[in-house]
């Protein structure tokens, strides 16, 4: 007999697969996991998911519909390997800062104990960065910035270097022994002529094109 709460995290995962969805169609989804409950026992778990704010509804009657909470979204689970497996073009991205976000933060959206891991976490922060002076910190930020240049320039010419191994190369010299010569090449001359432009940036201030 499967418990209350895997069966109320089950129907949350089913509206994540399946999107908005209605009392009625709840039922046949949990035979496929084996799982036979009325409707009455369905209605009562997504009542206590809405009152834990993981779900919401909208509708009246027949017509309500049920689906994932925004505030839910946050605790979502991400696969970053599966994530950065994917083309840059490919990916899921929010294209910009989604405000709206703060209204689904709640005071007590963290315990004691990880408001003092995190207050921890930025004390340490502020300790390491302040190890660097300005110039430091500007130098890495060029760093990053040229990695992801000489990446996108490369890919946009037809290269298979990943971003993570356009990094190992510039950074550490660590070819990626399945990709050409010609491929290698193509990378280390995009962060050359990256350099080139930080270092003479004089030289381009005044060009016409």
Known sequence: MIKKHERQNLLVKILKDNGNLQI?????????????VD??????????????NFISKEGIAKSTYYYIADSNKIFENIDVEKYFTKEYEKRKVQESFNF????????????????????DLQAKFIKNISKYDSQTLINKEYERIMIEFSWKSSAIEGNTYSLLNTE????DNI???????????????????????????????????
Do not use: V
Not at 39 to 52: A, E, F, P, S
Not at 168 to 171: F, G, P, S, T
């Open 39 to 52: 409707d009455r026992t369905i209605l009562r778990d997504l009542n206590d998911l809405i009152d834990q």
């Open 100 to 119: 709206e976000i703060f209204d689904s933060l709640q005071k007590d959206i963290f315990s004691p104990a990880e408001e003092e891991k995190l207050q």
């Open 168 to 171: 190992a190369l510039i950074k």
């Open 24 to 36: 009625s169609d709840f039922s046949p989804i949990l035979k496929k996991y084996n799982i036979d």
């Open 175 to 209: 070819k990626d022994e399945t990709k050409t010569p010609e491929e290698t090449q193509m990378i280390l001359n995009h962060k050359d002529g990256f350099n080139e432009t930080i270092q003479n940036k004089d030289r381009f201030l005044h060009l016409k094109y």
